[in-house]
C-alpha cells in the first residue's frame, strides 16, 4: 500500500478516535475539513472541551458553536439542557475540534475510504487502571449524593463544584489515554498530538482536583477514604503522565 504524507514527513496519524470522527464528517453536509488557526490556538481551543467554565467566548470554534447549536434549539422549542440534546451538541463539538487537530484530511495525505486500516482499541475492562478510574468516579457521585440529601452546605463551595466536575474528566482521560498507550506499546503510529495533549490535560486536572481536596476534607473529613483512593490512582497513573514517552 502506498505511504501517506504523513507516513512520508513522519508526521503523526489518527487515532481510532479521530478516525471514527473522519467517517462521521466525511458523510455530513458541508462537514468541517476546514484547516484554522495554529496547533496553540487549537490546544486552546480544545480545553473548552473538558473545562469547567470554558472561555465562553463567540469566536471560540467550541463555546461559540455550543452557543449557536443551543440557540438553534430554543428556537425550535426543544430543552437544550435536556440528556439527549445535550450529548448531541458535545458530539457535533468534539468532532470539530478532532477535526480542527488534523487540520484536512487532504492537507495530511489521509484517504477516508481505507479509515477501517485503523484498529479499534480495547474495551475499558481490559485496562484495570481504568476499570478503578471508573469504580472510583461513581463511588464519588454517590458520596455526594448521599451528602446532598442530608443537606451538607460544603456541596454549595467551588471546590466541590470543581471536584464533582474533573472527576468525570479524570475518569474519561484515564481511558483515552491508555488507549492512546496501547497504540503506542503496540508499533501504531496514531495519535501523537492526542497523546501529549491529554498528558497536559491529566496533569491539570489532577492539580485542580488536588486543589479542591485540601478544602473538602476540611469541610467533608468522611470523604477521606475517597481521597486515599484517588491518591492512589495518580500514583498508578504516573506512567500516562510523560510527554513523549518511551515504552513503559
Known amino acids: 500500500m502506498k505511504k501517506s504524507r504523513s507516513e512520508q514527513s513522519g508526521e503523526p496519524e489518527l487515532s481510532n478516535d479521530e478516525a471514527a470522527v473522519l467517517r462521521i464528517v466525511a458523510e455530513e453536509e458541508g ?11 487549537m490546544k486552546e481551543w480544545l480545553d473548552c472541551t473538558w473545562k469547567r467554565i470554558p472561555c465562553g467566548k463567540r469566536s471560540c470554534p467550541i463555546c461559540g458553536r455550543i452557543a449557536r447549536d443551543r440557540e438553534k434549539l430554543e428556537r425550535e422549542g426543544n ?7 445535550s450529548l448531541e451538541i458535545v458530539g457535533a463539538n468534539l468532532a470539530e475540534a478532532l477535526i480542527m487537530i488534523q487540520k484536512d484530511a487532504e492537507a495530511m495525505g489521509i484517504d ?7 484498529e479499534d482499541v480495547p474495551d ?5 487502571l481504568a476499570v478503578a478510574a471508573q469504580k472510583w ?7 455526594g449524593e448521599k451528602e446532598r440529601k442530608r ?13 464533582f466536575w474533573y472527576v468525570g474528566t479524570f475518569d474519561v ?19 501523537a498530538f492526542d497523546y501529549d495533549y491529554t498528558s497536559k490535560v491529566l496533569l491539570r486536572v489532577i492539580g485542580i482536583l488536588n486543589s479542591a481536596w485540601t478544602q473538602v476534607l476540611d469541610l ?29
Open 220 to 248: 467533608a473529613p468522611s470523604s477521606s477514604k475517597l481521597h486515599r483512593r484517588f491518591c492512589n490512582l495518580v500514583k498508578e497513573s504516573a506512567y500516562l503522565l510523560a510527554v513523549n514517552p518511551g515504552s513503559r
Open 31 to 41: 462537514g468541517f475539513l476546514t484547516p484554522v488557526g495554529s496547533e496553540e490556538e
Open 151 to 163: 443537606g451538607a452546605t460544603w456541596l454549595m463551595t467551588e471546590a466541590a463544584a470543581d471536584l
Open 137 to 143: 468516579h461513581i463511588a464519588l457521585i454517590k458520596y
Open 173 to 191: 482521560k484515564i481511558y483515552r489515554q491508555l488507549c492512546n498507550r496501547w497504540h503506542r506499546d503496540n508499533g501504531h503510529r496514531y495519535g
Open 112 to 118: 477516508i475510504e481505507n479509515l477501517d486500516e485503523v
Open 124 to 128: 475499558l475492562k481490559q485496562f484495570p
Open 79 to 85: 430543552d437544550p439542557d435536556s440528556l439527549e440534546n
